[in-house]
């Protein structure tokens, strides 16, 4: 049963299909538009999702979107960015992910968005501040994964090398998503 969320995800490389993938095996929303800048992409992830959304416990409406889906969403997720490729450090990531933003952002706003954005863009913890400041949204409304996926690798590795179940390790990294970051 969905509770009627549209979701607009921009981006639809690894992360955003994988987020797209799991969205539509959930019953957070009823409709998920996506956009990409490579059309081919877009429209092919969209076509296999449809496929699935007939084994999934929701039937989440999925179609290639634009800008103008915005208006009426209810969440915007930003999953797009460099493939990491030869970058030996994420900071590097900056000028694409800020060009990206400047590219997107006053495009979603334009079209009325007055929500939150969601970040799976990488350096989360800098474009954030780029996202706000572009915007003009309060960083309330910017949420980034920050270090959460860290902390559950490290978990996961722990419990690799040790043997327990990983429900029952508490592992954290602090600090900026990258070379930066620390493990507690």
């Given amino acids: ?70 208006k009426d969403a209810d969440l915007v997720v930003l999953a797009y960015g460099n493939s990491q490729k030869n970058l030996v450090n994420r900071l590097d990531d900056i000028k694409i992910a800020t060009e990206m933003v400047l590219d997107t952002i006053p495009k979603v706003v334009a079209n009325g968005y007055d929500g939150v954005i969601l970040l799976a863009t990488n350096p989360v913890d800098v474009i954030a501040r780029v996202v706000e400041e572009v915007s003009g949204f309060s960083s309330e409304r910017i949420v980034g994964t920050g270090t959460s996926l860290d902390s559950a690798r490290f978990a996961q590795y722990l419990a690799l090398e040790t043997g327990f179940n990983v429900a029952d390790i508490n592992a954290y990294v602090i600090g900026e998503h990258g070379n930066s970051s620390v493990a507690v």
């Avoid at 957070?28 to 296999?48: G, P, T």
């Fill in 1 to 70: 049963m969905n509770n009627g969320n549209k979701v607009v995800l921009i981006g639809d490389g690894f992360v955003g299909s994988s987020y797209a993938f799991s969205l539509v095996n959930s019953t957070l929303a009823s409709e998920l538009a996506i956009i990409d800048i490579r059309k081919d992409k877009e429209v092919a992830d969209v076509n296999d999702l449809l496929d699935a959304t007939v084994l999934t416990p929701s039937a989440t409406i999925v179609r290639s979107g634009s800008y103008e889906d915005c």
